[in-house]
């Protein structure tokens, strides 16, 4: 079974702090992706990552950077904390392209970010 | 603008009826669709997708229906159990495979025992 941990299931940081959010995933897939979740908004894609050291912009990039050193980790950096960032954050991974049904995305259990 | 939009919040079905959770999407170039579900403190989950290609996929319990020209899917789950109880998310790709993938907002089903 794939294993996609986050770090930290609860966070809190102060505003202007900088914030690593990092993920790991055990089943050497290519793919790594950073989602936020909202109450009415769904999931939205921050960032995902292809290779390592590539990168492309979601939907939602603003605000956020990421690295991908090395295949199985995948880190959500916040340059500088804002309250507007507090949300739940999904990390997720893939064989293939996510929206293939046998490539399906393999989710972590989430890291709970609030922003004071 | 939400591409992909899940216009039921909340259902609450009795044990063994049917569910119907509906999605409705705005982009025709939306070729690939998908249905997970989250259960409280874990990840989404895969549960199943269908193709632009096709009209129905079932597997199991759950079958998904594709309308395209009302640009509309539902997922049936029959007979639903407490267990199914959870929020079932819809997303949808372009071009098949794509890493882009566009959620809805989630709809919350609790199956009454």
């Known amino acids: 079974d794939v294993k996609v941990t986050q770090s930290s299931r609860y966070l809190v940081k102060r505003t202007g702090e900088k914030v690593f959010l990092e993920c790991v995933q055990d089943?050497?897939?290519?793919?790594m992706f950073w989602y936020r979740q909202d109450p009415g908004l769904g999931l939205r894609l921050i960032y995902f990552?292809?290779?390592?050291?590539?990168?492309e912009k979601g939907d939602i990039p603003e605000g956020y950077s990421v690295s991908r050193e090395k295949k199985e980790r995948f880190s959500l950096i916040l340059e500088s904390a804002s309250t507007n960032q507090t949300s739940m954050y999904l990390c997720?991974?893939?064989?293939?392209?996510?929206?293939?049904?046998?490539?399906?995305?393999?989710f972590g259990n989430g890291t709970r970010l609030t922003v004071t | 603008d939400q591409q992909v939009k899940q216009n039921s919040p909340s259902l609450s079905v009795q044990e063994g009826r049917i569910s119907i959770l509906n999605c409705d999407y705005t982009?025709?170039?939306?070729?690939?669709f998908l249905w997970y579900k989250k259960y409280p403190a874990e990840g989404p989950t895969f549960l199943i997708s269908?193709?632009?290609?096709?009209d129905k996929n079932e597997d199991g319990r759950f079958t998904v229906f594709l309308n395209k020209s009302a640009k509309h899917l539902s997922l049936h789950i029959v007979p639903s159990q407490p267990g199914d109880s959870a929020v079932y998310f819809c997303?949808?790709?372009?071009?098949?495979?794509?890493?882009?993938?566009?959620f809805g907002t989630g709809t919350r089903l609790t199956v009454i025992p």
């Open positions: 089943m050497d897939h290519e793919n």
């Open positions: 982009n025709s170039m939306f070729d690939y």
């Open positions: 997720a991974s893939s064989l293939g392209g996510a929206g293939f049904s046998n490539s399906p995305l393999h």
């Open positions: 990552s292809y290779d390592v050291k590539m990168k």
């Open positions: 997303a949808a790709s372009g071009l098949s495979g794509a890493n882009n993938l566009f």
């Open positions: 269908i193709s632009s290609i096709k």
